[in-house]
DNA sequence: TCTCAATGTGTTTAGCTGAGAACTTTTCTA
DNA sequence: TAGAAAAGTTCTCAGCTAAACACATTGAGA
């Protein structure tokens, strides 16, 4: 009877640190929604020098409440810091992801356009899916992309075959 | 008065109209889930010739009650006949869904082969991509890919800058 | 200074996905 | 063929994401 005892305690020990690991785990999560933020928010800075939540809400598409929900995981994860009223500005960790993702969305673009893919189509094609692009197959592309370039003729004939 | 109350109501009116819609437009969400079932289900049968709950459990890496779960909506959205204990039959949305994706998939593979991808890597991001990928930037793809393939040398020297 | 537009907060809603426990059906085997 | 084992199902619940509404607060310009 005690060792039964026993055996229970210990699975709800069990499972009470798995759910704090849960818990705990949660806080790196980091989701493409978050990188999407990042990113209308660096080109934002670039374009005008700053971000205010209603520029961020027009851009997302989304309500300021969610911006505002969203402006405080961001700083509580350090990817920007963020004073309310204030304004925020993006951590080099932000900026680096916020770089990242900039840089993918060119390369694939580029791509794209060089396989005559229309640039509407392309655009929306880019942005489902370079939230799932690793480093190194982006390296491989750019590599590829960049091969193409430097040998005009291979592109012509492709075009001229894809008429 | 009597006006406003009838803006009042007409508000009422339409969020009701809002929540009816919402609650009919509901049905047609597919998300990527979903797709990800069907191409797994589709490989099964094509390997064994049925898909079994257990099967599909171990391949989607789910426990069975979520399984079921999922055949019941799938069902319920006309994308497989599912009999509980019976087993189940992809309908023709069914399977020209599968096929869709199970194309997609070995089109960006084949793609990411030729560009020096490695096969693990390329795997991962054919999974993440697969379901952002419009059938019009899919045939772009196909027909750059073929053009590769029909001139060897091309790779050949991209293989040799590449080193 | 006062007002109004912008911004922030708390709470609620909605959806997707999944899991555990307990039960039912089917299958296997002794 | 009975009865145990395996497979499948149902019910209930939880975690997570995302967004909206209603309301509170702030601050910049008339």
Request: aromatic share 8%; glycine share 4%.
């Given at each position: 009877?005690?060792?039964?005892?026993?055996?229970?305690?210990?699975?709800?020990?069990?499972?009470?640190?798995?759910?704090?690991?849960?818990?705990?785990?949660?806080?790196?999560?980091?989701?493409?929604?978050?990188?999407?933020y990042l990113e209308v928010i660096s080109e934002l800075v670039e374009l005008?020098?700053?971000?205010?939540?209603?520029?961020?809400?027009?851009?997302?598409?989304?309500?300021?409440?969610s911006v505002t929900k969203m402006l405080r995981r961001l700083d509580a994860?350090?990817?920007?810091?963020?004073?309310?009223?204030?304004?925020?500005?993006?951590?080099?960790?932000?900026?680096?992801?916020?770089?990242?993702?900039?840089?993918?969305?060119?390369?694939?673009?580029?791509?794209?356009?060089?396989?005559?893919?229309?640039?509407?189509?392309?655009?929306?094609?880019?942005?489902?899916?370079?939230?799932?692009?690793?480093?190194?197959?982006?390296?491989?592309?750019?590599?590829?992309?960049?091969?193409?370039?430097?040998?005009?003729?291979?592109?012509?004939?492709?075009?001229?075959?894809?008429?």
């Amino acid at each position: 009877m005690a060792s039964k005892s026993n055996i229970k305690t210990s699975n709800k020990k069990e499972k009470r640190l798995e759910s704090i690991k849960k818990a705990h785990s949660k806080k790196n999560t980091f989701t493409t929604t978050m990188e999407d933020y990042l990113e209308v928010i660096s080109e934002l800075v670039e374009l005008k020098g700053y971000a205010s939540p209603t520029d961020i809400s027009n851009y997302m598409n989304v309500r300021p409440p969610s911006v505002t929900k969203m402006l405080r995981r961001l700083d509580a994860d350090g990817y920007l810091k963020y004073t309310k009223y204030q304004g925020l500005k993006l951590t080099a960790k932000g900026t680096s992801i916020a770089n990242d993702i900039r840089q993918k969305h060119s390369d694939l673009l580029d791509f794209f356009e060089i396989i005559g893919v229309d640039s509407s189509a392309a655009n929306k094609d880019v942005e489902g899916i370079e939230h799932h692009m690793n480093p190194k197959t982006m390296k491989q592309l750019r590599k590829f992309t960049t091969f193409l370039k430097s040998n005009p003729n291979l592109l012509l004939s492709f075009d001229r075959a894809n008429l």
